[in-house]
């Protein structure tokens, strides 16, 4: 588990920047209750980005791991492009 807690390092870390240093907007939950774990970024009122594990605790140690791995790519991919408009517009 410590790799996925790398990665979930990762998305948090990543969600937190995207509130910070952009004019985007991130939500991230773990809802142990129900079981799953939810990310959504969204630029003004579109969505760019959502992805939502459900069964989080019984899912294979190694599919989640890829489940997560695709999240933290596709987080820093929509920042990179953040960054390459702000850097253009500068």
Not at 20 to 48: P, Q, R, W
């Amino acid at each position: 588990m410590d790799a996925n807690l790398s990665l979930f390092n990762q998305i948090n870390s990543l969600s937190y920047w995207f509130l910070v240093e952009s004019n985007y907007k991130s939500s991230l939950a773990l809802d142990a209750e129900k079981d799953t774990f939810f990310i959504k970024i969204k630029k003004g009122k579109h969505n760019l980005y959502t992805y939502h594990i459900a069964h989080f605790s019984k899912k294979n140690k190694r599919f989640l791991h890829f489940e997560l791995a695709a999240v933290v790519n596709s987080l820093l991919h929509i920042k990179e492009t953040a960054m390459r408009k702000r850097f253009e517009s500068a």
